[in-house]
């Protein structure tokens, strides 16, 4: 994993060591397996790795300003500070998954455990930072290669982006296109290449999350700007993990780049493109984050009924049963599992997620999604 950002963000990343001390642009309706035909292009932000924005005028777009993500890096444990007010603090460590713990302005130590961004050694935390300036981090012995990243989605300068004009619906579902939530399209490359080159494998199934980030919130489009952030350069991912992503608002959001055809997660032949929120279970399954924590509440009543028309368009479009057993085949090394065709993250990893009320709620998901 670098540690370096790359040339088109060393001007807003900054890396020191702690002290020691204590909607989707719409596709055509298709049948399954057909080639898809994009009616809407949802422009991207930039058209060059340097990130700058396409010029104005461009057709079929409105200039629209996000504010530029701010971050600080550093490695190790112990005190850190930012020029800047944080509203969430990303965390990698290798070795044990448990053991880490990271302090706020509150005073109190939180324990960090992976949320939904898994990893195979150590774990990953993406923890809010309620406007922090400062924090410390400590782990166990058997514990080591920690790194933090404070992130800033809110008070950074701003930038212009080429949001579409008009909405853009897969047959029916609105969804609002990478551009249109702030997509900084620079930071999916590494030392002037792509970081995580697109591949495309058909749809077998799909895997619902949460975010593991805080309910009620009051500025959904910032924390999915941070979760990219966190995604593409903590994790070096390259993308944010996600195909896409919903508000407690029901608002969608188109995650992982799939190329600039205009077609949300899957390629012009209706292949998917790979993503990155499933440990080992990520070719040919299309990942949906529920935005907030669902361990002891629910979905909004709006996001989960943007999940269920979701599910029903793409099983439809697929010719998916959302109820059926199927035996998913990874098509890159052949690992095989029994699983349902809607399942929940920890079907596949240990983890909490989608959380316990989420998951316990995936039977209905299904059985209203096939239309029951």
Not at 47 to 57: E, F, I, V
Not at 96 to 105: D, M, P, Q, S
Not at 207 to 214: L, S
Request: aromatic share 8%.
């Amino acid at each position: 994993m670098s540690e370096s950002p790359t040339p088109t963000q060393s001007s807003h990343r900054r890396k020191r060591s702690l002290s020691r001390r204590g909607m989707i642009a719409a596709g055509g309706a298709v049948a399954a397996g057909a080639a898809l035909t994009p009616m809407v292009f949802a422009a991207g932000d930039s058209d060059g790795t340097d990130g700058s924005a396409p010029a104005a005028g461009d057709s079929g777009t409105t200039p629209q300003k996000f504010p530029a993500t701010r971050t600080e890096a550093a490695t190790g444990t112990g005190e850190a500070t930012t020029a800047f007010a944080a509203s969430y603090v990303g965390v990698r460590w290798s070795g044990a998954k448990e053991g880490a713990a990271i302090r706020l302005a509150d005073g109190n130590w939180q324990t960090l455990t992976s949320g939904c961004a898994t990893v195979d050694s150590g774990g990953t935390a993406l923890v809010a930072a309620g406007d922090a300036t400062e924090y410390q981090v400590k782990a166990a012995a058997d514990i080591d290669g920690v790194r933090s990243l404070a992130i800033d989605t809110t008070g950074g300068p701003d930038r212009t982006f080429h949001v579409p004009s008009e909405p853009t619906r897969v047959r029916g579902v609105r969804y609002l296109s990478r551009p249109a939530w702030g997509a900084d399209e620079s930071k999916r490359y590494k030392d002037g290449k792509v970081n995580s080159p697109e591949t495309y494998y058909p749809l077998q199934i799909i895997t619902v999350h949460h975010t593991d980030t805080p309910n009620a919130d009051p500025d959904p489009a910032a924390t999915v700007r941070a979760i990219y952030e966190f995604h593409a350069i903590t994790n070096d991912w390259g993308d944010i993990g996600y195909h896409f992503l919903i508000d407690e608002a029901g608002n969608v959001y188109e995650g992982r780049y799939s190329g600039d055809d205009g077609i949300p997660a899957f390629n012009p032949d209706g292949d998917l493109v790979t993503g990155f929120h499933s440990v080992g279970y990520n070719s040919g399954a299309l990942g949906i984050a529920l935005i907030g924590t669902l361990d002891q509440q629910g979905p909004t009543d709006a996001a989960k009924a943007s999940l269920v028309r979701l599910i029903k368009v793409i099983s439809r479009f697929k010719g998916l049963d959302p109820e059926a057993r199927v035996t998913y085949v990874n098509p890159v090394n052949g690992t095989r599992k029994d699983t349902n065709t809607v399942g929940g993250h920890r079907d596949y990893f240990a983890t909490e997620c989608p959380g316990q009320v989420m998951y316990d709620l995936l039977a209905e998901v299904r059985a209203a999604a096939a239309g029951r």
